[in-house]
């Protein structure tokens, strides 16, 4: 990996972005419907861009809400809309535009009260609090939000009415029914002034924080925290989550020091990330230098991402736990302690997380399912119980409350870090003490994703690779056991391929916004056995797109 030599040092001024610069790209600059980098692009995180590259503008917003507000009228969903917004500098005007068309198309919105910022699980948890018992007059949500992306991001994602991520189905229709929008000059977009959208009788607001706040002891375990007088650090990272720590640590009676309340749309006070520029990732040891640097100061430290749909555990044993890591844990720990679960719930992950969950899973007599990426293959499952927990390997994670019923549909920061907590009071050993047990017992894992450059043509043909596609019958010298271009647990397609053998296995997957693909790969033969994956995947892949031999970079 070529990594920055600024990598995890304090980001100097000339790392910040220009924030007025920014904002006036947004309203001052359009997008060209026929240049593919400035359309409304649907990855699995909603559409994200730069304005200052004419792909998260004021047009942008303008259609994708009135495609929503389509959506919506399509499918008879007349229910309140929940609007969350977080701390990068293009939210705020993204959230002005939005509730212009909102207004104006009649959507009773409700709002965080004094433009408070929402973390994306608040949303979830207002969504599926409110839709509880009704078959009529259903919510749904917006969340505006690039996630952990950088400072001169914006994101806008929709939540339906089950509270998770849409589909592709959904997100397809938006998508197609913006860009139609954007091509015809905004012909057919509603839109009433920001002041009067603020102020009419359909804009109401919402106290996400109180309800969630009182909400989460149904799905953590205070009075075992509490008992065990942990001390405890938090870095909200700058982002939605900052103010919520603040309400947790009074009304259960938590020893949590927040170790930064700073709101800066420039993010001035973070370390770079492995590519020297700022980027709010709870799971890069860069990004979280600092936290990283005080863990002897506390028996568990966490942080949140921008959105808090993230999450990132820093332990005095280990330090920052890399995502699989925890993943571990959290299942391990989680269905030996959650009586009220399903006796079937099953374990989620995605088919690129490490098989350690695997072999957790399978020691656990637990059923594993298994998912393509996306925390919206997940989101069903949840919401009937018939998942006990779902995790992702870039550190997103959600699971029931303690009685078995649904917390969060989306992702939720707050919760597996609140978790740690739980975890270090009740066995007494924090979980990088816990992930060195389960590593003693189910092999030590080397894991690394990285990616290599693709064109378009070469994305759209890895992602309808076959089996038969690959021919080799051996991978690092073992044998191939399996090759996957859908995935085990629900069948849908992963959108590349994955490649297992008995002790290592890759994936391969097109990004969906870059020129790059994207390989996953693991070992359980340590480091040079991983590599040796690498170099093997590249070669498959590549001779299969016609490409030769890719160069391979870092995330």
């Known amino acids: 990996m070529a ?77 309140p809309l929940f609007l969350g917004i977080d701390t990068h500098a293009l939210s705020e005007p993204a959230f002005a535009t939005a509730l212009e068309v909102l207004a104006a198309n009649e959507v009773h919105v409700r709002i965080a009260p004094n433009g408070a910022y929402t973390p994306t699980p608040a949303v979830s948890r207002a969504i599926l609090n409110f839709n509880r018992d009704r078959k009529m007059g259903l919510a749904d949500g917006i969340v505006i939000t690039p996630s952990h992306n950088p400072p001169e991001d914006g994101g806008f994602k929709y939540d339906p009415p089950h509270g998770g991520p849409a589909d592709t189905d959904i997100t397809g229709f938006i998508q197609q029914r913006a860009n139609q929008l954007l091509e015809n000059g905004l012909d057919g977009v509603k839109r009433i002034l920001f002041s009067s959208a603020l102020h009419k009788s359909t804009t109401e607001t919402h106290d996400f924080m109180s309800e969630y706040v009182a909400d989460l002891s149904k799905v953590i375990d205070f009075d075992m925290i509490r008992g065990a007088k942990l001390n ?38 973070m370390t770079l990330d492995w590519d020297g520029r700022i980027r709010m990732d709870p799971s890069s040891p860069y990004a979280m230098r600092r936290l990283i640097g005080l863990k002897d100061k506390f028996d568990v430290a966490f942080a949140c991402d921008t959105d808090a749909d993230r999450h990132g555990v820093v332990t005095r044993s280990s330090g920052l736990l890399p995502p699989n890591h ?17 006796k079937d719930a099953a374990v989620g992950k995605t088919v690129v997380s490490s098989s350690i969950i695997d072999r957790v899973t399978a020691k656990l007599g637990r059923k594993l399912f298994e998912v393509p990426v996306g925390f919206k293959w997940v989101v069903d499952g949840l919401l009937r119980g018939s998942l006990g927990f779902g995790g992702e390997e870039s550190a997103g994670a959600s699971f029931l409350c303690r009685d078995g019923s649904p917390w969060t549909t989306d992702k939720d920061g707050l919760i597996p870090a609140l978790l740690s907590a739980e975890i270090t009071a009740r066995v007494g050993r924090d979980p990088g003490e816990i992930y ?7 092999g030590v894992s080397s894991y690394e994703r990285i990616d290599a450059p693709a064109n378009a043509g070469q994305r759209a043909a890895l992602a309808k690779l076959s089996p038969h596609d690959i021919i080799s019958t051996q991978l690092a010298g073992e044998k191939i056991q399996n090759i996957l271009t859908t995935a085990p647990g629900d069948g849908n397609a992963i959108g590349g391929i994955k490649v297992v053998a008995e002790k ?15 390989i996953y790969a693991e070992s359980f033969r340590g480091p040079e056995h ?15 797109l016609g490409a030769g031999a890719l160069k391979l970079s870092a995330p």
Not at 21 to 35: E, G, M, Q, S
Not at 326 to 342: D, E, I, P, Q, S
Request: net charge positive; charged share 20%; glycine share 10%.
């Open 436 to 442: 060195a047990e389960l590593e003693h017992e189910f």
């Open 504 to 518: 290592g296995w890759f994936a391969a997957r097109p990004s969906g916004t870059e020129d790059v693909y994207k």
């Open 530 to 544: 991983l590599k040796k994956i690498q170099e093997e995947a590249q070669a498959m892949v590549g001779a299969v």
């Open 232 to 269: 405890l650090g938090v870095d909200p990272l700058g982002g939605a989550s900052v103010h919520y720590w603040g309400p947790i640590r009074e009304k259960y009676g938590l020893n949590l020091t927040v170790v930064n309340d700073a709101i800066d749309p420039t993010f001035r006070f």
């Open 326 to 342: 925890y993943l571990a844990v959290c299942a391990h720990y989680l269905f030996a302690n959650r009586t009220g679960w399903r």
């Open 3 to 79: 990594i920055n030599p600024g990598a995890g040092q304090p980001a100097q001024a000339s790392n910040l972005v220009n924030v007025p610069k920014l904002v006036t790209a947004f309203f001052a600059d359009r997008p060209d419907p026929k240049i593919p980098e400035q359309r409304v692009v649907f990855g699995t995180s909603g559409h994200r861009g730069s304005s200052l590259h004419r792909a998260f503008n004021e047009w942008h917003i303008l259609a994708v809400t009135q495609a929503i507000c389509a959506y919506r009228k399509g499918k008879g969903i007349d229910g």
